[in-house]
């Protein structure tokens, strides 16, 4: 999944609520609820507004990415939060958040977007919270994953996270990696999941999971009026006419998601619960 660009964070904030709509009209939930429901038992009862988040640019590695920090406080105040962009940047906006008496800080270089509690000494990394979110709404569109086939395509961050979790909530994961020593590596790890290739895996499952960096390879005749297609990143492995078949059940965006469960998680789960799965792999710096 590549890094985000200035014209995609622009997408991103006009179509937040057309997202939401659509994500409510395929999974019953929205975003707010999602997030709810992918952390822990106790989310349920937290409380979200009046939260005070302070988003920081750093300025690290490639760089700013116009708008993203002011896309990331967006969807934070869509939720509730009480959110804002310091003024500064790196280490003195740091600074400036703290003064303000912010609650959370959200971050992102290369490597990593993270979340952090400063009260909890709690750090969230976006990749799993991603991947778990995602699966969330798979589940729910899906009516559940017991004993169901999902396709995963790409074992990278994301991939694996996605496994995991797919994995915990019953299914039966196939997946196709071209990378046999990343597939390896799973396998070698723990990972109970079947390797296939594309076309087998699409006559097999009608649920996926798109965690590769490959664009258009899945056309409108490899789906049905039954495929659900959870799609977190950049580009979609769905072709222009296969993301029309499917409407709302090819659920896609690569920000909000992410961004609503790591603040949840920050909030009201312990650390050990969302620890960071590799290299941060689609978004850089702010």
Same mark, same amino acid.
């Given at each position: 999944m590549t890094r985000l660009t200035e014209d995609d964070v622009s997408g991103l904030?006009?179509?937040?609520?057309?997202?939401?709509?659509?994500?409510?009209?395929?999974?019953?939930?929205?975003?707010?609820?999602?997030?709810?429901r992918t952390a822990s038992d106790e989310s349920s009862c937290v409380s979200l507004y009046g939260t005070r988040v302070a988003v920081v640019p750093i300025s690290a590695g490639q760089g700013f990415i116009p708008g993203f920090s002011t896309c990331v406080s967006t969807i934070l105040e869509h939720l509730g939060f009480e959110s804002s962009v310091t003024s500064r940047s790196d280490v003195r906006g740091i600074e400036e958040a703290t003064e303000a008496g912010a609650e959370l800080l959200f971050l992102a270089d290369d490597h990593r977007f993270i979340a952090l509690n400063l009260s909890a000494?709690?750090?969230?990394?976006?990749?799993?919270?991603?991947?778990?979110?995602?699966?969330?709404?798979?589940?729910?569109? =899906?009516?559940?994953?017991?004993?169901?086939?999902?396709?995963?395509?790409?074992?990278?961050?994301?991939?694996?996270?996605?496994?995991?979790?797919?994995?915990?909530?019953?299914?039966?994961?196939?997946?196709?990696?071209p990378d046999a020593e990343r597939l390896s590596e799973a396998l070698v790890g723990g990972l109970n999941v079947e390797p296939t290739d594309l076309v087998s895996g699409l006559s097999a499952c009608r649920l996926i999971f798109d965690a590769s960096p490959a664009a258009d390879v899945i056309? =409108?005749?490899?789906?049905?009026?039954?495929?659900?297609?959870?799609?977190?990143?950049?580009?979609?492995?769905?072709?222009?006419?296969?993301?029309?078949?499917?409407?709302?059940?090819?659920?896609?965006?690569?920000?909000?998601?992410?961004?609503?469960?790591?603040?949840?998680? =920050?909030?009201?789960?312990?650390?050990?619960?969302? =620890?960071?799965?590799?290299?941060?792999?689609?978004?850089?710096?702010?």
């Open positions: 904030l006009r179509d937040l609520r057309s997202f939401e709509d659509g994500l409510r009209s395929v999974t019953g939930l929205d975003l707010r609820e999602l997030a709810l000494k709690r750090s969230v990394d976006d990749d799993p919270a991603t991947a778990d979110g995602y699966v969330t709404a798979l589940e729910a569109a =899906a009516g559940g994953l017991v004993d169901r086939r999902v396709l995963l395509l790409g074992l990278g961050p994301v991939g694996r996270a996605a496994a995991r979790r797919l994995l915990r909530c019953g299914a039966r994961v196939h997946v196709v990696e056309d =409108a005749a490899d789906v049905t009026p039954a495929t659900i297609a959870a799609v977190p990143g950049l580009p979609s492995a769905f072709t222009p006419a296969a993301r029309d078949a499917l409407g709302s059940r090819h659920i896609h965006e690569p920000l909000a998601v992410g961004v609503a469960v790591m603040a949840v998680r =920050a909030l009201v789960e312990p650390p050990s619960s969302h =620890a960071p799965v590799g290299r941060h792999d689609r978004y850089h710096s702010m």
